[in-house]
């Protein structure tokens, strides 16, 4: 198992360029969430979704899109790129975040810096 | 509203010395705390659950609901502890998303 992975692993855009971050997980788990870290912030919720065809928004979701078209892959989008997204993004994913034992698992991250 | 709260951007011991990391909730609900651990360039990963009640690494917390705390504890801190830590509250109603707290450095110094 590769667990969660994530693609690319470093990227630099100019301001308004548009890209796209992959999470994929191998784990047949229901939920997935984008997060962020900044420094002296911990990690902020972007987006998430519950299930294959479903997203919803998080803490911090302005600027950026999600899709979730096959349950093992969740995409980030940044449509036009501003330097307040330079940070490192997190996937994770779990089983079923209605049970006391689930766990989220996460991807190594996406570091992202935007000139 | 929500929210994790983690006083201490960094705290710094020397090896053998006990350790105490912070973190305080806010919260309407039954809360479900967690302390997750980032070794240096590596992914976070759980550490300990307050519901499993168990030691990792020699690590516990306890969940304080009177003073709506989860302080993560260590009897005798080691260089390899020395990480990013981070304590989250699960949202239950809400995908079962995570609130963070600001994360606090531990520096374990030889």
């Known amino acids: 198992n590769a667990g969660v992975t994530q693609t690319p692993k470093f990227r630099v855009l100019k301001t308004g360029q548009s890209m796209t971050l992959l999470c994929a997980q191998d784990m047949n788990h229901e939920y997935m969430y984008w997060y962020r870290q900044d420094p002296g912030m911990g990690l902020r919720l972007i987006h998430y979704?519950?299930?294959?065809?479903?997203?919803a928004k998080g803490e911090v979701p302005d600027g950026y899109n999600v899709s979730r078209l096959k349950k093992q892959n969740f995409l980030l989008g940044l449509e036009s790129a501003a330097p307040s997204q330079t940070s490192v993004y997190f996937c994770?994913?779990?089983?079923?975040?209605?049970?006391?034992?689930?766990?989220?698992?996460f991807g190594p991250g996406t570091r992202l810096t935007v000139l | 509203a929500q929210r994790v709260t983690q006083p201490e951007k960094l705290l710094s011991v020397f090896k053998g010395a006990p350790v105490e990391l912070k973190c305080n909730y806010s919260?309407?609900?039954?809360?479900?705390l967690f302390w997750y651990v980032q070794y240096s360039r590596q992914r976070l990963q759980l550490l300990l659950r307050?519901?499993s009640r168990e030691s990792i690494k020699g690590f516990t917390a306890d969940l304080n609901k009177g003073e709506t705390s989860f302080h993560l504890k260590k009897p005798f801190a080691q260089e390899e502890d020395s990480a990013m830590y981070y304590c989250a509250l699960k949202l239950h109603n809400q995908g079962g998303k995570l609130i963070f707290g600001q994360g606090t450095e531990l520096s374990v110094k030889p």
């Open positions: 919260y309407s609900g039954s809360p479900e």
């Open positions: 979704s519950v299930g294959e065809g479903t997203t």
């Open positions: 994770a994913s779990s089983y079923d975040a209605g049970v006391s034992t689930d766990t989220q698992y």
């Open positions: 307050h519901i």
